[in-house]
């Protein structure tokens, strides 16, 4: 397994393109209305029809926030007026009784996310509630297998929170940070002072939180180099078993919220170029490794062994390393994978609420997989977890002739054959160091829907 990475600024310019992060394929846009809520309690009967209990990934969406990041893209709820939480929490209970009744009680959950939003905007009252509904309708591993994470605000935690999501089985936090600078925290409306952060990353060390995952951006307003390097400094003093570097987007035409940002203070595409080739020297140089698409882990952490050992995986939380677990998706906007097919719930808490209180679940869109999808699924999921490509192993799993069949796809490669960015082999794919950060691009040469009339046009985000 290729881990090595090479940051070739000339490269990431020229391919510098808008395209998919493959969390799904097909992706999200490629969804229809078609499917529905009945079609989702079909397919979860499919999926256990054979009598193997494969575990089970719960997703619970989370959508308030007491305060609006300027940058954000997430279905968030932005209020002081806690009662619309309480309210939300009342449907949510309900949607959870109605997922777990299509599920088997012997398929244990061995991965469970909270999202948001803030989870942590929820007191350590209703985070226990939502536990216990949790448990009383899903069977929750207790086991040492169990990846229970959360996402934290660390402005937002209360004394006994973290020690409470011990007990209750948690044992990762992701922290939202994006940058330590206070000119950049202004800009963008989150003030968070390094010491807070550094705080909540001890208190849950000391609860026995296992992992840690730190979240910058890079691209933010007022942003140089130089404030970079700082924030990176101060982040490396914490010593994050991951780190997750996302590229900031700025939709002000999609995310009203984005409209507050002023345009002027953004760094220019050289700096956000130069500030990614800083944030890449100064991570590898401290022994993380590059897991893919934005994503770092220490050589030991469990992202970094399972690439290694070729079973990383990716869903809509990123990278993963659970390869055989149907992902049930809860609360606005969430999407779920069951058997070969993907869902998603409706995104407005009045539709959301409307269909629970018809006792139906908030399912409004999703996808079958067709054979073409499965196949193209395994190739884009290697490609971008694994760097590499067997031939022979994708002919064996689908019966074609793997250069028959991708003979137009190959050919898309040449340019980045030549520009030593991949090598195709007679037998294999492989994705070079030079190329390991166009994952996506590679990745896009097998997209049939890119190409298709019927897809649903939508813009991407860029690559780089």
């Given amino acids: 397994m290729e881990q090595s990475l090479i940051f070739d600024r000339e490269m990431l310019q020229r391919y510098d393109v808008s395209g998919p992060r493959y969390t799904s394929y097909p992706t999200a846009p490629q969804f229809h209305e078609g499917f529905d809520d009945t079609t989702y309690a079909v397919q979860a ?46 449907y949510l209970d309900q949607e959870i009784a109605l997922q777990g009744r299509l599920f088997r009680p012997e398929r244990p959950v061995e991965q469970l996310h909270f999202g948001g939003g803030t989870p942590t905007y929820l007191s350590d009252a209703d985070l226990d509630r939502v536990m216990d509904s949790l448990g009383r309708n899903f069977n929750l591993s207790d086991g040492p297998e169990r990846e229970f994470s959360i996402e934290i605000d660390p402005r937002a935690l209360r004394e006994g929170t973290l020690p409470l999501l011990a007990e209750r089985g948690f044992n990762r936090i992701s922290l939202g940070v994006q940058d330590f600078d206070p000119d950049v925290q202004q800009a963008v409306n ?22 840690t995952n730190v979240d910058l951006i890079y691209g933010l307003p007022k942003q140089t180099v130089e404030t970079t390097r700082r924030t990176l400094e101060q982040t490396l003093e914490l010593r994050p ?208 829907w890119l190409d298709r009339p019927e897809a649903a046009p939508v813009k991407y985000s860029r690559v780089v």
Wanted: net charge negative.
């Fill in 241 to 448: 078993e991951r780190l997750a570097i996302y590229n900031y987007a700025h939709l002000p035409e999609r995310f009203k919220v984005q409209r507050q940002i002023n345009e002027d203070e953004l760094p220019s595409a050289a700096e956000k170029l130069a500030i990614l080739e800083t944030t890449i020297g100064m991570l590898t140089d401290a022994g993380y490794v590059y897991i893919g698409m934005d994503h770092f882990a220490l050589p030991d952490d469990e992202l970094a062994r399972a690439q290694r050992a070729g079973t990383l995986q990716r869903n809509f939380q990123g990278y993963s390393t659970r390869a055989d677990c149907d992902l049930v998706a809860m609360g606005p906007t969430a999407i779920g994978r069951i058997g070969d097919t993907y869902s998603q719930n409706v995104r407005e808490l009045d539709r959301y609420y409307a269909r629970l209180d018809a006792g139906r679940l908030p399912v409004f869109r999703g996808i079958v997989l067709s054979d073409d999808d499965r196949l193209r699924r395994e190739v884009i999921t290697d490609i971008m977890c694994h760097s590499h490509l067997d031939f022979g192993r994708v002919e064996a799993r689908h019966g074609i002739d793997f250069r028959e069949y991708f003979g137009a796809e190959l050919e898309r490669l040449d340019e980045m054959e030549r520009d030593e960015l991949v090598r195709v082999g007679e037998r294999e794919l492989d994705v070079l160091p030079r190329g390991r950060m166009l994952l996506r691009n590679v990745a896009m040469a097998f997209d049939a």
């Fill in 45 to 90: 009967e499919r999926s256990q029809a054979d009598g193997v209990t494969r575990p089970l990934s719960l997703y619970v969406h989370v959508p308030f926030c007491d305060t609006v990041c300027f940058y954000c893209a997430c279905n968030k709820v932005v209020t002081g007026n806690y009662e619309r939480a309480r309210s939300y929490l009342d």
């Fill in 190 to 211: 989150r003030i968070q002072p390094f010491e807070v952060t550094a705080g909540a990353i001890e208190q849950a060390r000391a609860c026995g939180f296992g992992s």
